[in-house]
């Protein structure tokens, strides 16, 4: 097991730069996930830490050792790929083995290894079958088992959940996690998903255009996103983004209602600004503001409604049940210790 | 008729023209539709090949219609020692131009997959030895072995000054053979090389990641990786190539026309010599019925060669 460094790294194909210096730091053991829509570069930064991609500028340690000029076979990492890249013709057997057999490892070993991973992932019986025999999430598993045959000192995931289906997703996101904080390997995993983010790491990093836009514990950046694009992106369903001013009265937003807000920032008066309160944080509350309710998903523990409010569409959930119908009018108040309020022009929280 | 008559529409339905229920009828339906392509593979295949097996059996001469002499062209045929030449000039030929081929074209595929600039035009080239007809090229192979004007000794002697005689390619039975083999192998190429290349492009590139990750290098990743994956295919252009290169006449015939001294016939040239020029139909026949054992081979190659490897088949579809 090991930390990695990575400092200042850059990525660029001829004179266009995909990724512009990141620097991010993990700690030995920890589970970080890189985070970000499509194309923000995390899965191209997660390919140059395992060597695939080469690195344009910066550097990447890890443990001790610049692993720049590595290549992939030397720098002691396991990576599961979108597609598992099981190797077709191998058994789940000889897939788990391959690495070991390429270190002329002693076939004792091999055996007593490939019978301890496949046994941490319940695959015991189905070692003698081919890849295509296998479901989706057995493929995954396998995939796993391949990297932890391996006891690499960093395991890399690229969206390895992106191709199972939703209920499986889940099942296979809690399995992740047990297994990292059985084998405690530091770990990165690439998704688009911000759920997986959340729910299964020590850190989040939310890329977006080759930039991180913010980095930390999954619930600081739930409660204090920094900008508006982690407000948008971090949380579901997302956070609802007013555009208004601040007032003394609290927040005018375009359509001329007056939402009642927290701390406010000093000589704000009169300051364009985005309002963003969460659907959770939204209440029913008789002396709230008047909205007329738009649609009802009701999802059993929960309510979702969307509300038409000051010309406005906001999504809220709520934990009780809404017996009003489409059209009617509901009043609501915003939770005032978790709104959040972004300069309108650079998007930063003020 | 009577009743059909009282209602228009059962009349309709019953009073169907004979003609439409017979095109109705799926047997006959099936049989229509296939009688042109059977009619085609009758007279074009099987006749000729009916033909020349009896032929075989007989000793007909061209101008004179034989009589059924059972296996005596066969046996007469092992004594013969220019027939005996021939079949192992045949073996020689398709092992070592098959071998030839398969070494180049595999190397050739594997450059073509990487990323090349211009790669589509490079693929383009590659094609040309296989599309130029194969007379065209074979006379072209004849002026470069030839004996006073070929390139190759002009090169080798004038120019580099490695040899002080000019090679005599074509006048010599082991020149010859090599020549021809070179020659066939030059022709080859571009089918072994194109096929292998649709091969190695289904190849998952991550499969190279994952290996490449798992320690692998280079020759191991080509051995444990793109082989066995290529495998399939590779048994499938391997069949087509032995057959094509065993039942080879054209280039044989057009450059050296069997000879020096019938030291390069092939069996298709020799049957050819003995059933057209040399007017021995019976005996010529015999020589090309003697490929089929051979062919067979190859072909029962191919069947167990073919069959699905069991990592191809699963019981998961997906």
Request: glycine content about 8%; proline content about 6%; hydrophobic content about 45%.
């Amino acid at each position: 097991m090991a930390s990695v460094q990575i400092a200042d790294v850059r990525k660029a194909y001829g004179s266009t730069q995909v990724i512009h210096g990141v620097d991010i730091d993990i700690d030995d053991g920890e589970f970080v996930i890189l985070v970000g829509p499509s194309g923000c570069g995390k899965s191209t930064l997660l390919r140059m830490i395992a060597g695939l991609e080469n690195i344009s500028g910066g550097e990447i340690r890890i443990g001790p050792k610049v692993v720049n000029d590595v290549p992939p076979k030397e720098r002691d990492i396991a990576m599961v790929f979108q597609n598992y890249a099981l190797y077709p013709h191998m058994t789940v057997a000889d897939n788990m083995a391959f690495s070991m057999k390429l270190r002329k490892a002693p076939k004792a070993e091999i055996e007593e290894r490939v019978g301890k991973a496949a046994g941490i992932l319940g695959l015991d019986k189905l070692l003698d079958r081919y890849p295509r025999q296998l479901s989706g999430g057995q493929r995954q598993r396998v995939a796993m088992g391949r990297a932890i045959v391996r006891d690499p000192q960093v395991f890399l995931f690229d969206e390895p959940l992106s191709n199972l289906d939703a209920k499986l997703r889940v099942q296979m996101r809690t399995e992740i996690k047990e297994l990292h904080q059985r084998l405690k390997t530091t770990t990165v995993y690439v998704t688009h998903d911000q759920i997986e983010a959340m729910t299964m790491a020590d850190k989040i990093v939310v890329m977006h255009d080759g930039i991180i836009e913010q980095m930390g514990a999954p619930l600081d950046l739930y409660d204090k996103p920094v900008n508006l694009f982690v407000a948008a992106f971090i949380g579901s369903p997302s956070m609802n983004l007013l555009k208004g001013r601040i007032t003394s009265a609290g927040f005018e937003t375009e359509g001329g209602v007056v939402w009642p807000i927290g701390e406010r920032p000093a000589n704000a008066d009169g300051r364009p600004a985005v309002f963003g309160i969460r659907p959770e944080h939204i209440h029913l509350d008789p002396n709230g503001l008047e909205a007329e309710v738009v649609v009802i998903e009701p999802m059993g523990s929960e309510t979702q409604v969307v509300v038409r409010c000051g010309g406005q569409n906001l999504t809220c959930v709520f934990r009780e049940r809404i017996t009003a119908k489409p059209g009617e009018t509901i009043r609501i108040t915003p939770d005032i210790k978790v709104t959040h309020l972004f300069d309108a022009e650079t998007g930063k929280r003020l | 008729m009577a009743a059909a008559a009282a209602d228009p529409r059962t009349v309709h339905s019953l009073q169907h023209n004979w003609l439409v229920r017979l095109f109705d009828y799926k047997p006959f339906l099936i049989f229509i539709c296939l009688l042109p392509a059977a009619a085609f593979l009758l007279v074009f295949l099987s006749y000729p090949l009916g033909l020349g097996i009896w032929l075989a059996f007989t000793d007909t001469r061209i101008g004179r219609p034989g009589s059924f002499i059972g296996l005596e062209n066969f046996v007469s045929l092992l004594e013969d020692r220019v027939f005996i030449t021939s079949v192992w000039n045949t073996l020689l030929y398709t092992g070592l131009a098959t071998f030839g081929k398969f070494a180049l074209g595999l190397w050739l595929a594997l450059l073509l997959n990487n990323h090349l600039p211009m790669k589509s035009l490079l693929r383009a080239i590659i094609l040309i030895p296989w599309i130029v007809p194969t007379v065209l090229s074979a006379i072209a192979f004849w002026w470069i072995y030839d004996a006073q004007f070929s390139i190759i000794s002009y090169v080798l002697v004038d120019v580099l000054g490695w040899r002080d005689t000019y090679i005599d390619f074509l006048g010599q039975p082991w020149p010859a053979r090599f020549s021809l083999i070179a020659a066939n192998i030059w022709r080859g190429i571009p089918f072994v090389a194109i096929s292998l290349l649709a091969g190695l492009q289904t190849i998952s590139p991550s499969l190279y990641e994952a290996a490449m990750l798992d320690g692998a290098n280079a020759w191991q990743r080509f051995r444990h990786v793109t082989f066995p994956m290529l495998m399939p295919i590779l048994a499938v252009v391997l069949t087509f190539s032995v057959l094509f290169t065993f039942t080879d006449f054209q280039l044989v015939y057009a450059i050296t026309r069997g000879g020096p001294v019938n030291a390069t016939h092939l069996m298709a040239t020799l049957a050819f010599q003995r059933g057209i020029p040399g007017g021995q139909l019976g005996e010529g026949a015999a020589i090309a019925v003697a490929m089929i054992p051979f062919l067979i081979m190859a072909t029962l190659f191919s069947y167990y060669g073919l069959s699905r490897r069991k990592w191809q088949q699963g019981e998961a579809n997906d």
